[in-house]
């Protein structure tokens, strides 16, 4: 799962498919044991939390370019 | 020199048409309105959620035996319309990438075949509801059954309508590379809608 899924539509296919993913996962491990469901649910919690912040220290999002403009604009 | 005249090169005569909204926020108006429309959306289904863990959590029989003896939920139906669904969002993607290659044929297919799959998915989830064999009167895991999928489907019903507005336009000529923002919200709010489906069906049907 890359990128905000609310800016494009291909970045939304992407977490459909990491859901997928995710859930197999989750419910493959819950039929083995309930604990065992759980534990790759917080696992896998701490892996996209680790991820996304991650994420924001090395690469923060750009602000459009047009609002970027109108920020370097010095006032009157 | 103003924001508004930044965004307004020229002389303020030139310009025709209402003033350009100020935007106060890093994000796109767009994206913010499709963010806090979905938040607002995902909330609603935290509710619907919240009613079903807890009525599963205080029913005596489980987690042994869930649903309560004698129900069953149809696994394997809901299975096929869960693969129905998630292809669904495949064929969403190729009829945005299609357009994006200026290929308007694709589009329309799929654009079509997403619809027909919506309207599949919910004409499957009707026959569900008549064979399922209780209702929402049978207890209150019933009533959040209903509740849950149903709230799914009033989205699928949605979102299809959302898919057959730009499905309609792609037929009329509309879209091109540079814009097809009509295509790509609903598409957007469509793998939403699958998501939540995902969601819901591991943790009704399966778990």
Redesign the interface.
């Known amino acids: 799962m890359t990128g905000n899924p609310l800016r494009s539509e291909a970045a939304a296919f992407q977490w459909v498919l990491g859901t997928v993913v995710v859930l197999a996962l989750v419910v493959a491990a819950s039929w083995i044991s309930t604990w065992l469901g759980l534990a790759v649910v917080v696992l896998l919690a701490a892996l996209a939390t680790w991820r996304v912040a991650t994420r924001r220290r090395h690469g923060p999002p750009q602000p459009p370019e047009e609002r970027a403009a109108v920020e370097d604009t010095p006032e009157p | 020199?103003?924001?508004h005249a930044?965004?307004l090169p020229g002389h303020a005569d030139d310009h025709h048409g209402p003033p350009v909204a100020n935007?106060s926020s890093?994000l796109?108006p767009t994206?913010l309105g499709?963010?806090l429309f979905?938040a607002s959306e995902a909330m609603l289904f935290g509710a619907f959620f919240t009613a079903y863990f807890f009525v599963r959590v205080v029913n005596p029989a489980a987690?042994d035996t869930w649903p309560p003896e004698p129900y069953e939920f149809p696994k394997f139906v809901a299975g096929i319309n869960t693969a129905v669904l998630?292809t669904s969002?495949f064929t969403?993607?190729w009829a945005?990438?299609s357009i994006k290659r200026n290929n308007r044929r694709g589009l329309q297919a799929g654009l079509v075949l997403t619809i027909l799959m919506g309207t599949a998915f919910l004409l499957t989830q009707a026959i569900e509801y008549a064979h399922v064999g209780f209702n929402t009167g049978d207890g209150a895991f019933a009533s959040v059954f209903f509740g849950l999928t149903g709230l799914h489907g009033a989205h699928v019903f949605i979102g299809l309508t959302l898919l057959t507005i730009a499905a309609v336009r792609a037929f009329r000529g509309h879209y091109s590379p540079d814009h097809h923002h009509g295509?790509?919200i609903p598409?957007?709010y469509w793998?939403?809608v699958?998501?939540m489906w995902?969601?819901v069906y591991?943790a009704v049907y399966?778990?």
């Open positions: 020199m103003s924001a930044e965004a935007s890093r796109a994206v499709m963010f979905i987690p998630v969002s969403m993607h945005l990438q295509v790509e598409g957007i793998h939403f699958d998501i995902l969601v591991a399966l778990l």
